[in-house]
C-alpha cells in the first residue's frame, strides 16, 4: 500500500491529500502502527493500580460474617470511564459515528478508555 502511495504525485495541499482515498489508507496505517507499538514511557507512564489479594478480602469478608455485619457486593460497570488521564491521547472517530460537522477530525481523550493502558491508575487516581 505505502508503495502504490509513494508512486502517486504528492499532493501539494493539505485538503487534497484528506480526500484522496490512498493517502487516508497510507495514514490509517501509520496509526494502526503507533497503536501496536506502545513503550511504557513514551507512549503512557505507569498503568500499576493496586489490588486487594484473595486471601486479604476472603479474611475481611470471614470477619464480617463473624461479627454479624451486612456485606453488600456490587460490581461498577463503568468505573474506568470516570478517571481522568494526564497523557493526551487522540483517538479516531468510532465506526459507525461520523460527526457531520468534522468528518476528517480526531478527538482529544480526556477520560480514561477501557483498553488503554493508563485507565485502571486513572480509575485508582479519582
Known sequence: ???AVRDQEEPKR???ALKD???IEAMQEELLQFKMQK???IDYEEFFAPVARIEAIRLFLAYASFLGFPVYQMDVKSAFLYGTIEEEIYICQPPGYKDRENPNKVYKVVK???????APRAWYET
Do not use: D, K, T
Open 1 to 3: 500500500m505505502a508503495r
Open 14 to 16: 493539505v485538503n487534497q
Open 21 to 23: 482515498p490512498s493517502w
Open 39 to 41: 513503550e511504557e514511557g
Open 112 to 118: 480514561a478508555l477501557y483498553g488503554l493502558h493508563q
